[in-house]
């Protein structure tokens, strides 16, 4: 059973660019979770998704970042226009369920590099 | 504001020293997770101890939760060089069951 599978892993662009960075959760999790982490920091909640939908978006800026699951395919975080700022680790996580018998499987994570 | 605030925020040991990690947050869990981040790696989940327990072991690992004080610590026995990297504890909360994570304890283990 493949772990949570994120690409791509480092992933460079000029301000102002578009970055999307996707995220394929285990099989048979339905519940995806973003997280940021800049350097030298913890992880910090950005957006909870199941299929389709967006539960919980409380840690995400309200502009220039989205975020779907879509009913086929990888989750995908979108950064419009990006700018230094946004340079960071994006880990993406996954579960079965939510509430605290489940636990949080997370991926390799998307290094975003800003130049 | 973060819950979940480690100390020390960089520990530095010989290897076969005991590594200990320690949490404080600031409202009530349901349980507290700790967590492993090897340098430019993912989160490892080591291990969660639940609000009605005191202690909890995983192999080398023992974890102790104290709701009175809201802290937890992590004790590594027997450090081994393997074990350098970033831990985490992690409080699970919010309508969305996320995880809210502290600023974390950088180990370091020299051979």
């Known amino acids: 059973n493949a772990g949570v599978m994120q690409n791509p892993r480092h992933l460079v662009r000029r301000r102002g660019q578009e970055a999307r960075l996707r995220c394929s959760p285990m099989k048979g999790h339905s519940h995806v979770y973003w997280y940021r982490q800049l350097p030298e920091e913890g992880l910090k909640f950005m957006v909870y998704?199941?299929?389709?939908?967006?539960?919980?978006e409380s840690g995400m800026p309200k502009e220039r970042f989205s975020a779907e699951f879509p009913k086929e395919g990888p989750s995908i975080l979108r950064i419009q226009q990006v700018v230094r700022g946004d340079s960071a680790a994006y880990f993406c996580?996954?579960?079965?369920?939510?509430?605290?018998?489940?636990?949080?499987?997370f991926g390799p994570g998307t290094r975003l590099t800003v130049t | 504001s973060q819950q979940g605030e480690e100390d020390p925020q960089a520990l530095s040991i010989q290897e076969g020293e005991n590594a200990t990690m320690n949490c404080s947050y600031k409202?009530?869990?349901?349980?507290l997770q700790w967590y492993r981040q090897n340098s430019g790696r993912g989160l490892v989940h080591l291990i969660l101890i639940r609000s009605n327990e005191r202690e909890k072991h995983s192999g080398r690992l023992r974890v102790t939760l104290d709701t009175s004080k809201k802290s937890s610590s992590l004790l590594i026995t027997a450090s081994r060089a393997a074990d350098t990297a970033s831990y985490f504890c992690?409080?699970?909360?919010?309508?969305?069951?996320?995880?809210?994570f502290g600023g974390g304890t950088r180990l370091m283990v020299k051979p």
């Open positions: 998704l199941q299929k389709e939908n967006i539960i919980d």
């Open positions: 992690a409080r699970l909360g919010g309508a969305g069951n996320m995880l809210t």
């Open positions: 409202t009530s869990i349901n349980n």
């Open positions: 996580a996954s579960s079965p369920g939510t509430g605290d018998s489940y636990e949080q499987y």
